[in-house]
Nanobody, 121 residues
Framework: QVQLVESGGGLVQAGGSLRLSCAAS????????VGWYRQAPGKQRELVAG???????NYADSVKGRVTISRENAKKTVFLQMDSLKPEDTAVYYC???????????????WGQGTQVTVSS
């Protein structure tokens, strides 16, 4: 049974930073793509960043230059370093596991429960 457990969300002021982590279990992590989606109130779920099994990365235009995704296969963990946060980054952030670069929900096989990120102005 695959499980994805996110941590690191919280409340931060605009311009601040947060680092999200997601620990996976029940899967051959190194062979999978992993990433992060987010959903703000009243909006559709959208990709933030993805990283393939070969460490190719993909970022949403809205976060390029402010966000870095990385993975540590030995610990079955994916990280999302978010800097220069803006109020519009406020959302529930979901860790995902799948194929490709998890660039669309069609490539996602598993979802985490989500962690809240709130950026105050």
């Amino acid at each position: 049974q695959v499980q994805l457990v996110e941590s690191g969300g919280g409340l931060v002021q605009a311009g601040g930073s947060l680092r999200l982590s997601c620990a996976a279990s029940g899967t051959v992590f190194s062979l999978k793509a992993v990433g992060w989606y987010r959903q703000a109130p009243g909006k559709q779920r959208e990709l933030v960043a993805g990283i393939s099994s070969g460490s190719t990365t993909n970022y949403a235009d809205s976060v390029k230059g402010r966000v870095t995704i990385s993975r540590e296969n030995a610990k079955k963990t994916v990280f999302l370093q978010m800097d220069s946060l803006k109020p519009e980054d406020t959302a529930v952030y979901y860790c995902v596991l799948g194929v490709g670069v998890v660039e669309t929900p069609a490539f996602v096989q598993y979802w985490g429960q989500g962690t809240q990120v709130t950026v105050s102005s």
